[in-house]
């Protein structure tokens, strides 16, 4: 009787023994912060407010330790030179620290794929459109006399020559380029002037010239960026939520035809990194 209780004792012990480790983990694990990957939205035409927008994220992500990686989901046709800028130049200084992966969903094209070389993995889908690396701008007016309207110098109103206005486009467009080849690295395997034609691809064919790595979904992106930060067991967060930033509201950024409907031509004068579709005719 006595060797029984003893038995039944030692095994309790072993099953206590077993158990408190497994709960005292259990706690341990709630207590530490599941590792984040930030997921930014690109789902417009790239202009001031969604510039913004996405800055606002960019920051958060690259300050916040929780966050360890960082996915871009694309669907943009571009939009202002500068704003496309500062968008990169802002990841640059996040991927110093955390990777960043991208993911084309409809297009990227034009200043949105100039943003997806700025990210060390890129995903397409088979049918995205993707590439149209250039720059379009409408010339600046010939100087001439309005009323009773005085400037203190020829340019002073019309911004500058048209034949400089040319060349300030050039100038862009070779940055972009070497942003594509800088991105894009040995994995390129199109010439430069080929991808100076401006054209667009599908994804597919994307892939064949190297300017994405990879065909896949969104899920794919973020295992993909949980590898590159060395993370399991991952909790994704829209950065959005985060910040509390918004790009709803902004001003209207392309033009209405007549007819009340948007055209896909900037709304305003300046210089674009934007894709327009070949079936569009200005009004």
Do not use: C
């Amino acid at each position: 009787m006595i060797q029984s209780a003893t038995n039944k004792w030692g095994a309790g012990s072993v099953f206590l023994f077993i158990l408190l480790p497994l709960i005292a983990g259990l706690l341990l694990s709630l207590l530490i912060p599941q590792p984040i990957i930030g997921v930014i939205y690109l789902n417009d035409a790239i202009q001031s407010d969604t510039a913004q927008q996405m800055i606002q994220e960019i920051i958060y992500a690259r300050q916040d330790p929780q966050v360890k990686a960082v996915v871009l989901v694309l669907n943009s046709p571009g939009g202002t030179v500068t704003d496309t800028e500062s968008i990169y130049m802002e990841l640059s200084r996040l991927r110093q620290t955390k990777p960043v992966v991208s993911v084309v969903e409809g297009m990227a094209a034009s200043g949105a794929y100039y943003i997806a070389v700025g990210t060390d993995y890129i995903f397409a889908k088979p049918s995205s459109e993707v590439g149209n690396v250039g720059v379009i701008g409408e010339l600046p007016p010939q100087p001439s006399v309005l009323g009773e309207l005085y400037s203190t110098g020829p340019y002073k109103l019309w911004s500058s020559p048209r034949d400089q206005f040319v060349r300030e486009m050039d100038t862009l467009k070779q940055g972009f380029i070497k942003a594509v080849e800088l991105g894009r690295g040995k994995a390129l395997k199109i010439p430069e002037e080929t991808i100076l034609r401006g054209q667009i691809y599908t994804g597919v064919e994307a892939l064949q010239y190297g300017l994405i790595d990879e065909l896949g979904t969104q899920s794919q992106a973020f295992d993909k960026a949980a590898s590159m930060a060395k993370i399991s067991h991952y909790q994704l967060v829209d950065l959005s939520l985060k910040t509390g930033s918004s790009s709803s509201g902004q001003p209207a950024f392309f033009m209405q035809a007549p007819d009340g409907t948007t055209t896909a031509y900037p709304k305003d004068p300046g210089l674009y990194l934007l894709y327009v579709p070949q079936t569009e005719s200005k009004p």
